[in-house]
């Protein structure tokens, strides 16, 4: 069996939330700065009911991998990391936790070897 690339998972997920982040940044600047309605925009139809709902669920479900995930591995402040999404993006908060996680089993391997 191949062993596992953490640091390139690491750097993986770290790129992924950059991305998470910058686009957050852009498209909630151009909706603050046209005045666009957040609840029209989430809630309008019932195709944004649903594309709502499923980031909804997908966000809970990535919350309590994190906390479950957080605690098996010892890592410390994952409440950081959800309090973050209300925030930033939850595009940006899991992919920058999960960089984190590689970085901390990586420093596990690093240190039983």
């Known amino acids: 069996m ?3 690339n953490r640091q ?3 750097f993986f997920f770290l790129i992924l939330s950059i991305v998470g982040l910058v686009t957050a940044w852009i498209f909630n600047g151009i909706a603050s700065m046209t005045g666009q309605n957040y609840l029209d925009a989430w809630f309008g139809s019932a195709v944004d009911w649903v594309l709502s709902l499923d980031i909804l669920i997908v966000a809970i479900a990535g919350s309590a991998f994190m906390i479950f995930e957080a605690k098996k591995l010892g890592m410390k402040r994952v409440w950081l990391y959800i309090a973050l999404s ?8 899991f992919p ?5 996680r590689e970085r901390t ?9």
Do not use: I, Y
Request: proline residues 4%; glycine residues 4%; hydrophobic residues 55%.
């Open 2 to 4: 191949k062993p596992v």
């Open 8 to 10: 390139a998972r690491f």
């Open 86 to 93: 209300g925030v930033t993006a939850f595009a940006f908060t």
């Open 96 to 100: 920058l936790f999960l960089a984190m």
């Open 105 to 113: 089993l990586l420093q596990r391997e690093r240190h039983v070897s």
